[in-house]
């Protein structure tokens, strides 16, 4: 958001939503900003984020109206902000309840000035036992083993050390300060320094380690109750994590209150964001969760330019000289299954 990205059609900033969650007046707000500032849609991301096109990156309103609705929390930690969480926790599936888990993980990021130095495409990821985003390849990994434990995994691979969930966001911002000490200790050089845990060789052994290590400096046992078990420090090997239990894309009723909505390519125009917002805003909790998209298809990608290409004709009229215009979009222009039709990347709304 603060640093928006130069696309064909203009600026493009993303806001980040921790754990996917989004308030109906914060969605009033980025309707707004979509259809005044941007292109009129707001665009779902593959980590449970929004990101609005089209905008004019000089134009202070932008942050002014966005941070006006509570969605840039910090500056310093804007682009680490990248928190994934189950988002059918707690209505349907999962091993435990991780609603709010998310929340308190970025207030706790926020907090602690150190990882504003994390990279920006760090991850953390909270997931319920399902592996939904576990599947996502997270950097740092809280797994529900259990209604009440769950287990941290570095990279995919299990380090060993396990807490209940109240205790999850300490134990994953304790791995990711272990994992900037091994950022630097790997390469002396900024430039050549690993962006992902991935990229550190026995990240999982390595970081487990460290926090040990950390702990019996202290002269007591691991924080925020983390329970070592008896393997010494060893890493499982990687998960090969499938997504099991009931799926969190179902259109309509979900039960506990919920409903599901399907915008088609993962994209509201802002008249369908405030229809979003308003029936979120009619349950108990106004909240509303964007949970994952899968990458667009390149064919689906060029049927996006058409698009677009369409919107800025209409915005501006016809151009004087010859100009191309854009083939109408049918279903033969998607190859393979279409988005829609998979179930996890279908949008909730919370409206209880």
């Not at 400096?217 to 008896?230: C, E, F, H, I, K």
């Amino acid at each position: 958001m603060l640093s928006p990205h130069d696309a064909a059609d203009g600026a493009l900033a993303r806001i980040r939503l921790p754990g996917g969650v989004v308030t109906a007046a914060q969605l009033h707000a980025v309707a707004d900003v979509a259809d005044l500032l941007g292109d009129g849609a707001v665009h779902l991301t593959s980590r449970g984020n929004l990101q609005l096109r089209g905008l004019d990156r000089d134009d202070p309103a932008l942050v002014r109206d966005l941070a006006g609705a509570g969605l840039l929390p910090s500056f310093a930690h804007e682009k680490v902000r990248n928190v994934l969480a189950s988002p059918a926790s707690g209505i349907t599936g999962g091993l435990a309840d991780v609603r709010g888990l998310a929340a308190a993980l970025d207030r706790a990021l926020c907090a602690r000035p150190e990882l504003a130095a994390l990279p920006g495409r760090f991850l953390f990821a909270i997931d319920d036992g399902r592996g939904d985003v576990a599947a996502e390849r997270p950097d740092l990994c809280w797994i529900a083993t259990g209604a009440d434990a769950g287990s941290l995994f570095v990279a995919g691979t299990d380090t060993g050390l396990s807490c209940a969930p109240a205790d999850a966001p300490g134990l994953l911002l304790d791995g990711a300060k272990a994992f900037l000490a091994l950022r630097a200790e790997h390469a002396t050089d900024p430039g050549t320094r690993a962006w992902r845990t991935a990229e550190l060789p026995d990240a999982a052994a390595r970081i487990a380690t460290t926090l040990r290590d950390r702990a019996s400096r202290n002269g007591g046992p691991l924080d925020q109750n983390v329970t070592p078990d008896d393997r010494g420090g060893a890493a499982r090997p990687a998960a090969p994590w499938v997504r099991t239990g009931t799926s969190p894309g179902a259109v309509g009723a979900l039960g506990g209150g919920a409903v599901g909505a399907a915008p088609v390519l993962g994209e509201l125009s802002a008249a369908r964001s405030v229809v979003t917002a308003r029936v979120g805003s009619a349950g108990a909790r106004g909240r509303m969760r964007s949970p994952l998209r899968r990458p667009a298809h390149p064919a689906r990608r060029r049927g996006r330019r058409r698009r677009r290409a369409l919107r800025r004709r209409r915005r501006d009229g016809p151009r004087v000289g010859p100009c191309r215009v854009p083939a109408p979009i049918r279903h033969r222009d998607f190859r393979g299954e279409h988005p829609m039709s998979r179930a996890d990347v279908l949008p909730t709304a919370e409206a209880a």
